[in-house]
C-alpha cells in the first residue's frame, strides 16, 4: 500500500511557495518537508484541514493511494 502525497503539485498549481504554505499553516518548514517528499508516517486532520483550506483544495487532491506492485 501506498499514499502519495501530491503537495508540490498543488503548490505549483496555486503559485504557492513552501514558505508561505508554511506561515498560513502553522507548520515548521521541516514538517511540511517531510510531509511533502512522503517520509510522514500520519497526518493530524487539523493540520490537513489548514492545509487544504491555505490551498482551496479537497484532501483528495492532495492524498493519493496506490496499491504496490508486487
Do not use: H, W
Request: overall charge neutral; proline content about 1%.
Amino acid at each position: 500500500m501506498a499514499i502519495i502525497i501530491n503537495l508540490d503539485v498543488m503548490l505549483a498549481k496555486r503559485k504557492m511557495r513552501v514558505t508561505e504554505l508554511a506561515d498560513q499553516v502553522g507548520i515548521t518548514m521541516a514538517n511540511l518537508s517531510i510531509l511533502k517528499n512522503g517520509k510522514a508516517k500520519a497526518i493530524r486532520f487539523s493540520t490537513l484541514e489548514s492545509i487544504c483550506k491555505a490551498l482551496d483544495c479537497q484532501p483528495g487532491e492532495i492524498l493519493e493511494y496506490r496499491e504496490d506492485s508486487d
